[in-house]
Structure formats: C-alpha cells, structure tokens
C-alpha cells in the first residue's frame, strides 16, 4: 500500500529555515513523481515544487524560486524540501503526493497524499 509521511515542520521565525522530508513506501519509488504542495490559512491548496523519478527535473512555484530546494534521495525513499529565508507568508500545512511515471506538476494530477506537516512562520 503506497504511504507517504511529512516530516519537519514546525515553528520558525521570519528568514529561518526548515527543512521538511517526506518518507514513502509501498511503491517502486523511483518510478514516481513527488511534489510538495501547500495549503495557507483560508486560501486554496498550490503547488510549492516538483521532482520527477531521477531527479532530473524540477519545477517551483514562483513564489518560492529562489528560497526553497526540491531534492530526493531514491535509496532512501525520500524526498526533501529544504525552506530557507521564510516569510509570515509560507505559513501553511505542506502536504507531499505522489504520482506515477510522467513527470507533471499539477494538483489535479497527484492520485496519493500525505496527512501533511504545519509551518508556521512567526516572531
């Protein structure tokens, strides 16, 4: 049964760091795409980054270039968001999903999720 677990998050103040790690079984896990997507407070669940199976592409949203890295480590399972020089803004539940083969990057298009972790960005 595929499972994908968030990890991580936590409180931080504004320009701190997280960095958040989601660990995936029951699934050839090199064969799927991963993304990270959040949800804010009020506000409708968005796409944060993507990373195919090898890694090799990756896709950010606009609002996080710059600031957060995407990155997966396939012996392990897992795939990491390292969140750096946060903002009240990236306060949300993140959430990580998982979808076979091509790589894409729309919500719509992640068939399995995680419960989700909350960052909270506050002094």
């Known amino acids: 049964q595929l499972q994908l677990v968030e990890s991580g998050g936590g409180l931080v103040q504004p320009g701190g760091s997280l960095r958040l790690s989601c660990a995936a079984s029951g699934f050839t896990f090199d064969y799927y795409t991963i993304g990270w997507f959040r949800r804010a407070p009020g506000k409708e669940r968005e796409r944060v980054s993507c990373?195919?199976?090898?890694?090799?592409?990756?896709v950010d949203a606009d609002s996080v270039k710059g600031r957060f890295t995407i990155s997966r480590d396939n012996a392990k399972n897992t795939v990491y968001l390292q969140m750096n020089s946060l903002k009240p803004e990236d306060t949300a539940v993140y959430y990580c999903?998982?979808?076979?083969?091509?790589?894409?990057?729309?919500?719509?298009?992640?068939?399995?999720w995680g419960r989700g972790t909350q960052v909270t960005v506050s002094s």
């Open positions: 999903a998982a979808v076979f083969s091509t790589f894409r990057c729309s919500e719509a298009a992640f068939n399995s």
């Open positions: 990373i195919s199976g090898s890694g090799d592409r990756i």
